[in-house]
């Protein structure tokens, strides 16, 4: 009985740490790139590793900003489902009429 009760135990035990782990497992980070295409259900972006990588969306997909072409993103990939794109705000590029303020 005492050895039943410590397999039990043992199971119990390993179950309950391999399920934060497998969760861990579902989201595989975070992607960031320029955005080649934005249509529809799907982004494509390229890395600054040179990869295009796609990605799929849905109702479920968090957009911050505005997606488009062009737009430098974030996104929070889970096996190629978009969880979450975040566009990054772009400085507007000097124009040379004003000089720059010094620090």
């Known amino acids: 009985m005492k050895?039943?009760?410590?397999?039990?135990?043992?199971?119990?035990?390993?179950?309950?740490?391999?399920m934060p782990i497998g969760a861990m497992e579902m989201k595989e980070g975070v992607?960031?790139?320029k955005v080649i295409k934005a249509d529809g259900?799907?982004?494509?972006?390229?890395?600054?590793?040179?990869e295009t990588k796609t990605f799929h969306m849905d109702k479920?997909?968090?957009?911050?900003g505005?997606?488009?072409?062009?737009a430098h993103v974030s996104i929070e990939d889970a096996k190629g489902h978009a969880m979450s794109v975040s566009v990054e705000k772009q400085m507007a590029e000097h124009t040379g009429a004003e000089p720059p303020i010094a620090p």
């Open 3 to 18: 050895k039943i009760l410590m397999l039990l135990a043992g199971v119990v035990t390993l179950l309950a740490v391999s």
């Open 31 to 33: 992607v960031m790139g």
């Open 41 to 50: 259900e799907f982004v494509t972006i390229k890395t600054a590793e040179g």
């Open 60 to 64: 479920t997909t968090k957009i911050t």
């Open 66 to 70: 505005e997606l488009k072409a062009g």
